[in-house]
C-alpha cells in the first residue's frame, strides 16, 4: 500500500535555496540580537509540549507515524521504534483505524515508511489498515506530501519523540492541518537525548524567523512553502 504524490515537480522542491539560506541567516542573526532570548523562547516552548503531551490520546480517528532514519541493514533506529510500538499499542487498543506511516529514502535502500510498514506488520497490525508516504525526507515535506490523506479525518493523532512534537505541531498547524500530539514515550526524560534539545531548538528558531519575516513582508513566495498546500492524491 502506498500514498503518492506529484510535489517533485513543484518549484519550491527539497534542497537549499535561497530563501532557506536567507531564513537560515536571519535566524542566526536574531538570536544574537537578542542575546539569545529568542532561541531560549523556542526552548522553553519545545519544552513545555514534551512534558505535556500525552502518550495515551483518546478517540483517535486515524493515526500518522513520522519516520526517523534507518539503521545500517534498513532497521528502523531507536527514536523510530518507539514510535511504531506506541502505534502498535494504541491500534491495539483503540483500533482499527487507518495508519498512515511517512519517510522517504534518506541514503539509498528502501524508505523509512516502508521499513515501518514492515514492522507494524511483523507485528500483527493489518495491513489493509496501513498507508504509506515514501517521497518527503523532513518534516514539513511530511505534512505538505500527506495532506489530502490528513483532511480526510476530522483530526489526526501523529506520533513522534516528545523532544520533536513543538515543531511538528507548528509546521502542521501552519498548513491548517488537525492535528493531536501523540509522544512516543511514556515520559519525558530530558537527559535521554539531551542532544536533540539544542537541534530541535535551532530548527524551529529557523522555522519561525522564516515565517514572521515572510509574514511581515508579505513575501507571498516564501509563505508558499509553509503555508500553501499542494495537489496530492492519495492511493491504497
Excluded at 32 to 46: E, K, M
Excluded at 118 to 143: D, H, K, P, V
Excluded at 158 to 185: F, M, T, W
Excluded at 213 to 230: C, Y
Amino acid at each position: 500500500m502506498r500514498y503518492s504524490g506529484n510535489l517533485h515537480d513543484k518549484k519550491w522542491g527539497r534542497g537549499w535555496d535561497v530563501d532557506a539560506l536567507f531564513t537560515l541567516f536571519l535566524s542566526l542573526l536574531a538570536g544574537v540580537a537578542t542575546l539569545g532570548l529568542s532561541h531560549l523562547w523556542v526552548f522553553l516552548r519545545i519544552l513545555n509540549t514534551a512534558r505535556r503531551a500525552s502518550a495515551a490520546p483518546q478517540n483517535i480517528p486515524a493515526l500518522a507515524i513520522l519516520g526517523n532514519r534507518l539503521t545500517s541493514g534498513n532497521i528502523p533506529s531507536g527514536d523510530y521504534l518507539q514510535r511504531l510500538d506506541r502505534a502498535l499499542l494504541l491500534w491495539r487498543e483503540s483500533g482499527p483505524f487507518d495508519v498512515l506511516v511517512i519517510g522517504g529514502a534518506v541514503s539509498g535502500g528502501i524508505s523509512e515508511a516502508e521499513a515501518g510498514q514492515s514492522y507494524l506488520e511483523q507485528q500483527g497490525m493489518e495491513g489493509t489498515c496501513i498507508y504509506r508516504e515514501s517521497a518527503s525526507l523532513n518534516t514539513l515535506e511530511n505534512f505538505r506530501h500527506a495532506r489530502n490523506w490528513f483532511t480526510g479525518f476530522p483530526s489526526v493523532v501523529v506520533i513522534s519523540n516528545r523532544y520533536h512534537l513543538a515543531r511538528v505541531l507548528d509546521l502542521a498547524r501552519g498548513l491548517g492541518l488537525k492535528v493531536q500530539p501523540c509522544a512516543a514515550e511514556a515520559e519525558c526524560h530530558f537527559w535521554r537525548n539531551v542532544h536533540r534539545w539544542p537541534l530541535e531548538t535551532l530548527f524551529l528558531h529557523w522555522y519561525w524567523s522564516g515565517r514572521w519575516f515572510a509574514q511581515l513582508t508579505g513575501n507571498r513566495r516564501m509563505l508558499e512553502k509553509i503555508s500553501v498546500v499542494g495537489d496530492n492524491q492519495q492511493s491504497r
